[in-house]
Nanobody, 118 residues
């Protein structure tokens, strides 16, 4: 019954910045991985960035150094700071929450469009 609410998507010019946020409501398992995936037309949905319980972070090579993921201290909200955006970042971005212990679950947000164009 976890619900993920996303915000922050939109249109920006190349070189611009955007901040996405995702808030989870409901019962959250203590051990989890929470982050963002993206999917462009005709492509697979790939991990952009995520953060484990305890603070370990993962980034796709294509965004390393440009994006930064963080979460609040109770772990129910995750933020993705996106800098130096380029056209290749254009995609639908999906928030994801995955448990790493029991009960096992894998929740997805509805997706938010990010468009980078001049």
């Amino acid at each position: 019954q976890v619900q993920l609410v996303e915000s922050g998507g939109g249109a920006v010019q190349p070189g611009g910045s955007l901040r996405l946020s995702c808030t989870a409501s409901g019962h959250i398992v203590d051990r989890n991985f929470m982050g963002w995936y993206r999917q462009a037309p005709g492509k697979d949905r790939d991990l952009v960035a995520g953060i484990f319980t305890g603070g370990v972070k993962k980034y796709a090579d294509s965004v390393e150094g440009r994006f930064a993921i963080s979460k609040d201290n109770v772990g129910n909200t995750v933020y993705l700071e996106m800098n130096s955006l380029n056209a290749e970042d254009t995609a639908v971005y999906y928030c994801n929450l995955r448990s790493l212990g029991r009960p096992f679950y894998d929740y997805w947000g509805q997706g938010t469009q990010v468009t980078v164009s001049s």
